[in-house]
C-alpha cells in the first residue's frame, strides 16, 4: 500500500466516477482502475461496486474513506515540515538524475552553470525515478532528471526536456560488433539482460515492445537493475542489451554500442526525459539551473 494509491482511491471515492477521478489525477483511468485495485488486493476487500452505470463505494470503502484521508494529510504535513526546515539552512542545489542522466546529462551542464554561477554548490543524488520523486516531495531534493511516472502526482512539475536514444550493448568479440548498426531481426535468437519492470518501467518496455514491433519475442535471459550491472552482464558474455544511448558513457571494456537501424519502431523507442521540481516552491538557484539547462538543450539532444 502506497500514498499513490490512496490518493486514487479518495479521488474516485470523492466523485464516484473513475473517468473524472483520474482526469482530476492528470492520468489515465486505466491507471487509477489498476492503482485501486492494487489497494483493494492488499486490504483484502472490494472499496467500489463498479457496474457499466454507475460507482459505489462498499461498506469496506465507507469505512476506510476517513482513514485514507487522514492518512493523506498526515503525508502532506510531513512533507510540509520538511521543506520548512529544508528553507531554513544554508541552500545547497540538489540534484537528482537517473543513471543514464548522472552519465550523459549532468557532466555537460556542469561547466557552463558554473560559469554561470561561480561558486555554487551542487549536490548530485543518483537514484532511479521511484526514489527521486519522494525526495522532492520531502523536500530533500530541488530538482530531478527522470522518467516521468504513468501516475504523476500533482504536487509535482514534469518539464519534458527530451527523448534519449536506445542502442544495443554486445560484446565487442560478438559477431554483430563489427556493424554499423542492428536490426531488432538481428536480435531475435539472443539472449538478453533486461532492467527489472518494478524499478525500470521504461527501460523494460522498451525493449518489450521494439521486439514486439517486430514480430518477435524478446529471449530475456537475466533480469538486473543497475546500468552498471546490466552493461558488466554484457562484458562477461551474459547477453546483449537494449540501452540509453548515454549508458555508452560508462566506458565498460570489452563492450561496443551500436545503434539500431532506423525503422518506424525505432524511430519512436527513445526515453522520455523530464526535469521534475515541487510544484509551487520558489527557488532561484533552481531557476538558474533550468535558464542553463535550456540554453544547452539543443546540444543535449543531439547527444542524446
Request: glycine share 4%; aromatic share 4%; hydrophobic share 45%.
Amino acid at each position: 500500500m502506497n500514498i499513490t494509491q490512496l490518493k486514487c482511491f479518495l479521488a474516485a471515492a470523492e466523485v464516484l466516477h473513475f473517468g473524472r477521478a483520474a482526469q482530476s489525477l492528470d492520468i489515465l483511468p486505466a491507471t487509477l482502475g489498476r492503482h485501486v485495485k492494487q489497494l483493494e488486493d492488499h486490504l483484502g476487500v472490494a472499496l467500489f461496486q463498479r457496474t457499466t452505470r454507475a460507482v459505489a463505494l462498499t461498506e469496506a470503502g465507507t469505512r476506510v474513506l476517513e482513514d485514507a484521508r487522514a492518512l493523506i494529510a498526515q503525508a502532506e504535513t510531513l512533507e510540509e515540515k520538511a521543506r520548512a526546515v529544508r528553507s531554513a539552512e544554508p541552500h545547497v542545489l540538489r540534484v537528482g538524475a537517473i543513471d543514464s542522466a548522472a552519465a550523459g546529462l549532468i557532466p555537460q551542464i556542469l561547466q557552463p552553470l558554473h560559469e554561470a554561477r561561480p561558486g555554487l554548490e551542487i549536490q548530485i543524488i543518483e537514484q532511479k525515478t521511484i526514489y527521486l520523486l519522494p525526495k522532492l516531495l520531502s523536500g530533500s531534493l530541488d530538482i530531478a532528471f527522470c522518467r516521468p511516472p504513468d501516475v504523476r502526482d500533482p504536487k509535482l512539475v514534469f518539464r519534458t526536456l527530451f527523448y534519449e536514444t536506445a542502442v544495443v550493448a554486445l560484446p565487442k568479440s560478438h559477431p554483430l560488433a563489427d556493424r554499423e548498426s542492428i536490426e531488432i531481426a538481428d536480435l531475435a535468437e539472443e539472449p538478453l539482460i533486461v532492467p527489472d519492470r518494478r524499478s525500470r518501467p521504461h527501460s523494460h518496455d522498451l525493449t518489450m515492445s521494439l521486439f514486439l514491433g517486430a514480430g518477435l519475442t524478446a529471449r530475456v535471459a537475466q533480469i538486473a537493475e543497475e546500468k552498471q550491472t546490466i552493461v558488466n552482464l554484457v562484458a562477461a558474455g551474459t547477453g546483449l542489451a537494449i540501452v540509453p544511448r548515454w549508458t555508452a558513457r560508462l566506458r565498460v571494456e570489452g563492450v561496443r554500442f551500436l545503434p539500431l537501424a532506423k525503422t518506424d519502431a525505432t524511430s519512436q523507442a527513445k526515453l522520455i526525459l523530464a526535469a521534475a521540481w515541487a510544484r509551487g516552491t520558489r527557488d532561484p538557484l533552481r531557476d538558474d539551473f533550468l535558464h542553463v539547462l535550456n540554453l544547452q538543450l539543443e546540444a543535449l539532444e543531439a547527444s542524446a
